[in-house]
T-cell receptor, first 113, second 114 residues
């Protein structure tokens, strides 16, 4: 069956520290992968998406970066966190070529202090 | 370009009362339509979707949505809400215009009053 794993569930990090969030997908090949962020009181903001290994598209300029070292692995990183990076981060995937929507991970609550 | 409008940021309703969450979209081509639900501190879950066929689609927990092409709407309804329905609901559209990427509405928080 197709599943998506996202970890950690919660994270508290000091300003200026690095960040690495990981997302892995099982049960499918060559998915499109997405990183979203929800800040308090705001909707879903698409940060990055990837259509294949090493292919990353950035939707907004920011303090974050993403990488896809393997087909079913998507990593969100930062070298130095800012207070404004706090939020709820969601990973999602979909099968390209099918209009069947996305499947989401359970999310990571990041608080930068 | 496709876009989605959820006019209501919050909808308060008494328990066991009916509710409608509004969603309008704009698109020049055929679309797929989705409603996702997000319970507090959780990821988004697909609630229901319209891909083709019957314009009325239903979820397993009593929600339904009707695709209205002439009004470009996909409103979500439930005849009687429960406390457990407290969540944020997101409407989304995809299609050839967006290369099948989901375009999201801003979300509507459903607040159930006892």
């Amino acid at each position: 069956s197709q599943t998506i794993h996202q970890w950690p569930a919660t994270l508290v990090q000091p300003v200026g520290s690095p960040l690495s969030l990981e997302c892995t997908v099982e049960g499918t090949s060559n998915p499109n992968l997405y990183w979203y962020r929800q800040a308090a009181g705001r909707g879903l903001q698409l940060l990055f998406y990837s259509v294949g290994i090493g292919q990353i598209s950035s939707e907004v300029p920011q303090n974050l970066s993403a990488s896809r070292p393997q087909d079913r692995q998507f990593i969100l990183s930062s070298k130095k966190l800012l207070l404004s990076d706090s939020g709820f981060y969601l990973c999602a995937w979909r099968v390209p070529g099918q209009g069947y929507g996305y499947t989401f991970g359970s999310g990571t609550r990041l608080t930068v202090v | 370009a496709q876009s989605v409008t959820q006019l209501d940021s919050q909808v308060p309703v008494f328990e066991e009362a009916p509710v409608e969450l509004r969603c309008n979209y704009s698109s020049s081509v055929s679309v797929y339509l989705f409603w996702y639900v997000q319970y507090p501190n959780q990821g988004l879950q697909l609630l229901l979707k319209y891909l083709s066929g019957s314009t009325l689609v239903e979820s397993i927990n009593g929600f339904e949505a009707e695709f209205n092409k002439s009004q470009t709407s996909f409103h979500l309804r439930k005849p009687s809400v429960h406390i457990s329905d407290t969540a944020e609901y997101f409407c989304a559209v995809s299609g050839r215009d967006s290369n099948y990427q989901l375009i999201w509405g801003a979300g509507t928080k459903l607040i159930i009053k006892p």
